[in-house]
């Protein structure tokens, strides 16, 4: 399996966005308004009323991977076919969630003892140009991508820089579906905000352009 990084979703989440009559502005404002821009940007591109509600969670104590599968199947996220998913069977299961209005990026969640972890894969470390300024960067800033972490993690037996979150494994259903579109979309943000240390392969001159 070849893993596409995250500036493939990203070109892709922007095209859709095109393909549906949106354009994009630049804005600028304080640190501590980021949370209010994001749910503004949201409402206005989405409306008001966003996905519609969300369902809460049939009131079990923590989830198990196969109830948290048949949850998300009924959410409207999954519903609306802004995203799908899959139950990928083994050791520990995991559940792939494919966000389609972010070019089908691929978010993975797992149950892992008392929590649930929302996951998706940024790049490769061999492609960050300087790791240490990189490192340096991402502690400084990775605070201005609400509720996600980024951290490193192997993948295909190379290192990868992975953004994720994380809930208590008893979270209503709404919070995890919440984390999930979060993730996604701070990932589209994070590669955007740090294009310009990656090395400049082919990937990545047309979003840059």
């Keep these: 399996m070849v893993l596409k990084t995250s500036a493939h979703y990203q070109r892709e989440y922007r095209r859709r966005l095109r393909e549906q009559g949106l354009i994009k502005k630049e804005i600028w404002i304080r640190p501590e308004h980021t949370d209010k821009a994001r749910a503004l940007e949201t409402e206005l591109r989405l409306g008001k009323d966003g996905k519609g509600a969300r369902p809460d ?4 104590p923590h989830w198990r991977t196969e109830e948290l599968y048949s949850g998300l199947n009924k959410a409207p996220l999954i519903c609306s076919n802004n995203a799908s998913i899959e139950l990928i069977d083994g050791v520990d299961p995991t559940i792939l969630v494919v966000m389609h209005e972010y070019g089908d990026l691929p978010v993975y969640v797992t149950v892992a003892g008392d929590q649930v972890i929302v996951e998706a894969v940024l790049w ?9 300024y990189f490192n ?3 502690l400084r800033t990775h605070k201005y991508f609400p509720l996600s972490t980024i951290s490193l993690g ?11 979150g994380s809930l208590n494994a008893s979270s209503d259903l709404t919070d995890i579906v919440h984390e999930i579109e979060v993730l996604a979309s701070n990932v589209i943000h994070a590669t955007e905000a740090y294009a310009d240390m990656l090395i400049p392969t082919h990937e990545y001159r047309g979003e840059r352009s």
């Design 124 to 132: 490769p470390t061999s492609e960050i140009e300087d790791t240490a």
């Design 57 to 60: 969670n049939d009131s079990r």
């Design 154 to 164: 192997q993948r295909a037996h190379d290192d990868y820089y992975l953004m994720f």
């Design 136 to 138: 340096e960067t991402v």
